[in-house]
């Protein structure tokens, strides 16, 4: 079974910074694209990034909302993934999923679509 | 604002068959196929309808989706309360080199 879990969530001020995980267990990590999504609260999902297996290049790419202040990378010998987040905003305030959806991460048709179950995170002062 | 359009309510009594739409352009929906997301409260979303009319395992006949030119959209026939959730469009755009998504559709069984 395939499991993705986030951690690193919690209440940051503005201009702080914060480093989430996602653990995956029951794929091949080191084959998987992966991305992260966000939801700021009420609203819809929002496309943060993505990060290629490293056999593709490992490089990641980025969305509107996380680039320039949002660095994602990977550890495949501990099957994790990252995001960096930097001079954080109230607007960045949103509960953050790992996915390895195929569309999203991949830009191809496909069933496979595992997402975690998200970590919150709150930025305020 | 949201890249793809989708109404933002829709509502249905059981049993009933209800239909939301997805909007977009040349760039996106034009030319790519769609997913469906299914976002129960409190939850992940669960893909619901890939290539837009591709139901994964384990998801019940009652989904189905269509796409035609620039705009999709998602049927749920035999409506169950258990249907009650926000709904989700989602595609690549080119242009963007990024999925996009449509801005959620809240479903209420009455």
């Known amino acids: 079974e395939v499991q993705l879990v986030e951690s690193g969530g919690g209440l940051v001020k503005p201009g702080g910074s914060l480093k989430l995980s996602c653990e995956a267990s029951?794929?091949?990590?080191?084959?998987?694209?992966m991305s992260w999504v966000r939801q700021a609260p009420g609203k819809g999902l929002e496309w943060v990034g993505r990060?290629?297996?490293?056999?593709?290049?490992?490089?990641?790419d980025y969305g509107a909302p996380g680039k320039g202040r949002f660095t994602i990378s990977r550890d495949d010998s501990k099957n994790t993934l990252y995001l960096q987040m930097s001079s954080l905003k109230a607007e960045d305030t949103a509960v953050y999923y790992c996915t390895t959806d195929s569309l999203i991460t991949l830009a191809s048709p496909g069933a496979r679509s595992y997402w975690g179950q998200g970590t919150l995170v709150t930025v305020s002062s | 604002q949201s890249v793809l359009t989708q109404p933002p309510s829709a509502s249905g009594t059981p049993g009933q068959r209800v239909t939301i739409s997805c909007s977009g352009g040349?760039?996106?929906?034009?030319?790519?196929?769609l997913n469906w997301y299914q976002q129960l409260p409190g939850m992940a979303p669960k893909l619901l309808i890939y290539?837009?009319?591709q139901r994964p395992s384990g998801v019940p006949d009652r989904f189905s989706g269509s796409k035609s030119g620039t705009s999709a959209s998602l049927a749920i026939s035999g409506l169950q309360s258990e249907d009650e959730a926000d709904y989700y469009c989602?595609?690549?755009?080119?242009?963007?080199?990024?999925?996009?998504f449509g801005g959620g559709t809240k479903l209420t069984v009455l």
């Open positions: 989602a595609t690549w755009d080119d242009s963007l080199i990024g999925p996009v």
């Open positions: 990060i290629k297996s490293k056999i593709d290049d490992g490089t990641p």
């Open positions: 040349s760039s996106n929906i034009g030319s790519n196929p």
């Open positions: 290539s837009n009319n």
């Open positions: 029951g794929l091949p990590f080191n084959d998987a694209w």
